[in-house]
């Protein structure tokens, strides 16, 4: 489950799941659900596959939000279906959606980048609960 919170002149993202797979799934979701208006109208038309290594989780939950916002600006994919497994420090995903439509989605605020700033990674009772800041 994600959340949008709010900051001053950026946007905070707030996920909470019962595992790490889940919340780094949720997480993209959240990111992609503040880059397009209707995420459930994002088609599953193609594939992308992500494998990442970081020093630590924390960083590992930027750089792949930040490798999502990379692929959305280059490649101009919209994604919306996420299988991601954890393990450590490393990260592998498989991540479905289409090229970027004028004609069907209408995009929300550019996101920049995804900080440090703010950054939480937290296991509690149920699981884990993680907030970011994206910079818009």
Do not use: N, P
């Given at each position: 489950m994600y959340e949008l919170i709010e900051h001053t002149a950026d946007v905070?993202?707030?996920v909470s799941a019962a595992d790490l797979d889940e919340l780094f799934s949720d997480a993209a979701r959240g990111l992609f659900s503040i880059l397009v208006e209707d995420l459930a109208a994002v088609r599953p038309d193609?594939?992308?596959v992500?494998?990442?290594?970081?020093a630590d989780t924390e960083s590992l939950l930027i750089d792949w939000l930040n490798e999502l916002v990379y692929v959305f600006s280059t490649q101009h994919v919209l994604l919306s279906r996420f299988d991601v497994q954890v393990q450590g420090a490393r990260l592998?995903?498989?991540a479905t959606g289409e090229r970027f439509d004028p004609q069907r989605h209408h995009l929300g605020p550019e996101i920049k980048a995804v900080t440090y700033h703010g950054l939480t990674l937290t296991r509690t009772a149920?699981?884990?609960?993680?907030e970011v800041i994206l910079d818009v």
């Open positions: 905070g993202l707030r193609r594939r992308l992500f494998e990442l290594q970081s592998r995903a498989e149920q699981g884990y609960v993680a």
